[in-house]
């Protein structure tokens, strides 16, 4: 029970934290365990597991990758950004709740509150890198992606078993 609480705890904010740094990156992980049948997904979130689905988000994923190298990529503290942000932390936190028969209230929160920490925390500390480094934004951009990867990629995989 402790090891499920845990799991939940951490997982299910850390999934909002990672959609705060890179919106569509946990639900293309959450759509890919789904469509592997990994993540038992309710019946309201069975979209997920439409192979269209999984490939349609995980393009748009990959786009935001390329986005974000370029200096027009909008802040993610700017208003719409931070919102849409927050609506897929909310969404990745009520479909994860809800695969494991918790409320999908509680995953909201959970992945709401996460996404906000991420979105300003990983902002600010890509800035002091850049600075204090003297590289490019792209290159710590391109660490940002590979850890969002790995990290929903492990959560998922915590939150399955």
């Known amino acids: 029970m402790t090891l499920a609480v845990l799991t939940w705890l951490i997982a299910v904010p850390l999934?909002?934290?990672?959609?705060?740094?890179?919106?569509?990156?946990?639900?293309?992980?959450?759509?890919w365990f789904a469509w592997l049948k990994l993540l038992p997904v309710d019946p309201w979130a069975a979209w997920t597991a439409k192979l269209p689905i999984v490939i349609a988000i995980t393009v748009l994923g990959v786009l935001e990758y390329v986005a974000d190298?370029?200096?027009?990529?909008?802040?993610?503290s700017r208003l719409s950004v931070l919102l849409v942000r927050v609506f897929f932390a909310g969404l990745v936190g009520a479909i994860v709740a809800t695969a494991l028969d918790a409320p999908g209230v509680e995953g909201?929160?959970?992945g709401v509150l996460g996404a906000l920490l991420g979105?300003?925390?990983?902002?600010?500390l890509r800035l002091q890198l850049t600075h204090r480094l003297g590289c490019k934004a792209w290159h710590i951009t391109l660490v940002e992606d590979i850890f969002a990867v790995v990290c929903a990629i492990f959560c998922l995989g915590i939150i399955t078993g």
């Open 15 to 31: 999934l909002g934290f990672i959609t705060g740094m890179r919106t569509m990156t946990p639900m293309a992980v959450v759509c």
């Open 69 to 76: 190298k370029y200096s027009f990529s909008p802040s993610p």
């Open 108 to 110: 909201v929160i959970l």
């Open 119 to 124: 979105a300003f925390c990983a902002y600010q």
